[in-house]
């Protein structure tokens, strides 16, 4: 697994002052595979995905991607390489449309954007895959829709919608669900199912029902180290897991 | 009614309105106001520069007039060694050839708006205006400093410039159209530049940086292009300015000044192009008028900038909009 993997990371420290958030953290995610990062509030879920993404630096530890170090590669140089990434709290561009916004993240893998004279949003290279995936998402009906005005549901699913467009390798998701009502939950639940099987995902979930519904592999990650990986299964039987997080017959 | 949505229509009345002003002028027996107006024109262009990063890119400069006045210089000094027939940097560099003049200071004052950007773009936010503040102050001392070019007193040279064989800019309503015509070229092209590619990805780091670094956006390269962009507009403002006056001093890059382009953008309507332009008209209107009412008159401009500030969001342009539109951006 680990000399096939499209993300490998190895050996990764980050602290805060006295706080390590990342305590040595190995992590393997193969291609194809969802894969999902658990731990209480505090583990360092999110601390771990800025890492991934290049918006922190790590102390020590290297993160290889599609065979490469990327360790010390900006956040657009790693996007542009495939890694694409949503935020617990929602990052889309609130005064922009829901098409517009999807339309700028496919411009973003279509070549170098110092192109000062043709009207953007006419541009149908542009436009057309942006469509394609708001269909994908289900907001095609919401396309001319500004962003700000969108429900919280649908901003969630818009910001999938935007890591997609970059056509990414893979996918950094960092609680889809977070603040979602029951029906805008099913609702991006079956969109990620959906995505299982085409898109290498790793997802940071607290709901455990649709973790252990979707993931291949689960790392369960408490005080910054990560304390076990393995399939669902093996995870809910792991004794470590059931005592640090899941709680005594919790699970 | 017609084809022409709201927004049109403001644009074409107010450049109808600011083309038929010298003929009103003329008309009334007041040819003398047309360099006013003229000179009004002027601060619209530089106000439409500052737009483009001010309303566009988010980015708030509060160092805009260092390129006006360092185009302005440009133009200046080019003419004044030209007229002493004084070597500049040892070789004879003066000239009063508008094009050349004109040119060079779009392409100094873009240089300069390049190299402080290369620094100050590295920061957001209130250290973002406080560096380009910073940058400004330091410009505006080094021509104060700079004694051979008249320092505090300013630079005065010969201002009958004759532009492309036709235009004398001694000739008040020729010139008043000329500016006009760079007005109108410049609102065209900013009005394609920040509907293109570049400017989309430009409004989205006002919208939002850290997501478009994440998208794959290299932010800092397309910010520091739109930003020596507008410096070198701002630079044409300013050479227009310095053949406007034929006198040039450093009080036109006082930070002040800065500020004072700022509230146009804002006045007008930030992220609007021709609300600038509607800005500065407003804004020298009633610096000018005021203060025949009462030399207190920054009492009363102070409360009207800030009832505009509070209650139309996209300023006088605003107004003019229909109600669902004056929060979005991108137009």
């Known amino acids: 697994m680990a000399t096939d993997a499209l993300l490998s990371v190895k050996g990764l420290v980050k602290k805060f002052g006295g706080l390590t958030a990342t305590d040595g953290v190995d992590l393997d995610v193969a291609e194809g595979e969802i894969h999902a ?37 900006p956040v657009y140089d790693r996007a542009r390489r495939g890694i694409a990434r949503s935020y617990q709290i929602t990052q889309v561009f ?11 993240a496919v411009q973003a893998q279509a070549g170098h954007s110092f192109r000062f004279w043709r009207p953007a949003r006419d541009d149908r290279e542009l436009r ?18 500004p962003a700000a005005a969108l429900a919280h549901g649908e901003q969630r699913q818009l910001e999938i919608a935007m890591a997609l467009a970059t056509q990414p390798r893979l996918l ?80 | 009614m017609s084809g022409l949505d709201k927004r049109t229509w403001f644009v074409l009345v107010l450049l109808a309105g600011l083309a038929v002003l010298p003929l009103i002028a003329t008309a009334t027996g007041n040819e003398f106001q047309i360099g006013q107006f003229r000179r009004i024109l002027i601060f619209a262009i530089a106000a439409v520069s500052l737009d483009l990063i001010l309303g566009y890119g988010g980015m708030v400069s509060l160092g805009h007039a260092a390129f006006f006045g360092v ?3 440009v133009v200046a000094i080019l003419n004044w060694h030209a007229d002493r027939e004084v070597p500049l940097f040892g070789m004879m560099l003066g000239t009063q050839n508008v094009l050349a003049t004109w040119t060079a200071a779009v392409v100094v004052s873009a240089g300069l708006a390049f190299l402080i950007g290369l620094v100050s773009l590295r920061t957001t936010g209130i250290f973002f205006i406080m560096i380009t503040l910073a940058f400004a102050q330091m410009v505006y001392f080094f021509f104060v400093s700079l004694r051979a070019y008249g320092g505090d007193d300013g630079l005065r040279f010969p201002g009958d410039t004759v532009v492309l064989g036709v235009i004398d800019t001694e000739n008040d309503t020729a010139f008043y159209y000329l500016v006009l015509g760079v007005l109108c070229a410049t609102l065209y092209l900013c009005r394609r530049l920040v509907n293109s590619r570049f400017g989309m990805v430009v409004q989205g780091c006002r919208e939002n940086e850290r997501r478009m670094r994440a998208l794959g956006y290299p932010t800092y390269l397309y910010k520091l292009a739109a ?4 410096g070198g507009i701002a630079g044409l403002a300013g050479a227009l300015f310095a053949a406007h006056e034929s006198y040039i001093s450093p009080s036109i890059m006082h930070w002040t000044r800065s500020g004072d382009l700022i509230v146009m953008v804002v006045l007008g ?63």
């Open chain 2, 71 to 73: 185009g302005a210089y």
């Open chain 2, 269 to 331: 309507g930030m992220g609007t192009l021709i609300g600038p332009v509607a800005g500065a008209v407003a804004f020298l209107f009633l610096e000018k008028t005021l203060p025949d009412y009462t030399e207190h008159w920054m009492i009363v401009f102070g409360p009207i900038l800030l009832l505009v500030v509070l209650f139309a969001r996209r300023g006088i342009f605003g107004w003019f909009l229909p109600p669902e539109e004056r929060d979005r951006h991108g137009h």
């Open chain 1, 37 to 73: 990062i658990i731990g209480p509030n505090g583990a360092g879920k999110t601390t771990l995905i800025a890492q991934l993404a290049g918006e922190l630096a790590p102390n020590a530890g290297t993160i290889a991607f599609a065979g490469r170090d990327v360790t010390a590669m």
């Open chain 2, 227 to 230: 930003f020596t962009l507008a």
């Open chain 1, 172 to 251: 950094l998701l960092d609680e889809p669900m977070a603040g979602m009502g029951k029906e805008e939950s099913e609702r991006m639940t079956r969109l990620l199912a959906k995505l299982k099987g085409e898109e290498t995902i790793l997802l940071i979930e607290h709901d455990m029902d649709v973790v252990f519904a979707l993931a291949d592999r689960i790392t369960v990650l408490v005080y910054g180290r990560a304390i076990a990986t393995g399939t669902p299964d093996a995870i809910r039987a792991n004794a470590d897991v059931r005592a640090a997080y899941l709680g005594d017959g919790d699970a």
């Open chain 1, 128 to 145: 057309e895959p942006a469509r394609a995936i708001l269909a994908r998402v289900g907001l095609d009906a919401r396309a001319d829709v």
């Open chain 1, 94 to 104: 609130k005064g922009f449309t829901a098409l517009d916004n999807v339309a700028m």
